[in-house]
């Protein structure tokens, strides 16, 4: 079985306002891909959606990001595509 490709969703509330990004790495941790920034966590989060949906359906991809609000934000992890479980 290959390695899956990583997709997360990023943020940095040291500055102000907060950022919000995601970055594509390879199955074995490199970073192919840093997105731009964005002013809303949900902004990240859709715009990941949207490059995952233009990788080819046999590849597996592992989508994490955060939910919730700060201070009481959980990670959540979703496998997508050829890798449903």
Same mark, same amino acid.
């Given at each position: 079985?290959? *390695? =899956?490709?990583? +997709?997360?969703?990023?943020? $940095?509330?040291? +500055?102000? =306002?907060? /950022?919000?990004?995601? !970055? %594509?790495? *390879?199955? $074995?941790?490199? =970073? !192919?891909? %840093?997105? #731009? /920034?964005? %002013?809303?966590?949900?902004? &990240?989060?859709? &715009?990941?959606? &949207? !490059?995952? &949906?233009?990788?080819? =359906?046999?590849? /597996? +991809? ?7 609000? %700060?201070? #009481?934000?959980?990670?959540?992890? #979703?496998?997508? $595509?050829?890798?449903?479980?």
């Amino acid at each position: 079985m290959k *390695r =899956p490709i990583f +997709v997360r969703q990023q943020e $940095n509330h040291d +500055v102000s =306002p907060p /950022t919000y990004w995601y !970055t %594509v790495d *390879r199955g $074995n941790g490199q =970073p !192919t891909l %840093v997105s #731009e /920034t964005y %002013v809303d966590r949900s902004g &990240a989060i859709r &715009a990941a959606r &949207a !490059t995952i &949906a233009l990788f080819d =359906p046999r590849i /597996t +991809v592992q989508f994490s990001y955060w939910r919730g609000r %700060v201070g #009481e934000m959980r990670y959540r992890l #979703e496998h997508i $595509n050829g890798g449903q479980s």
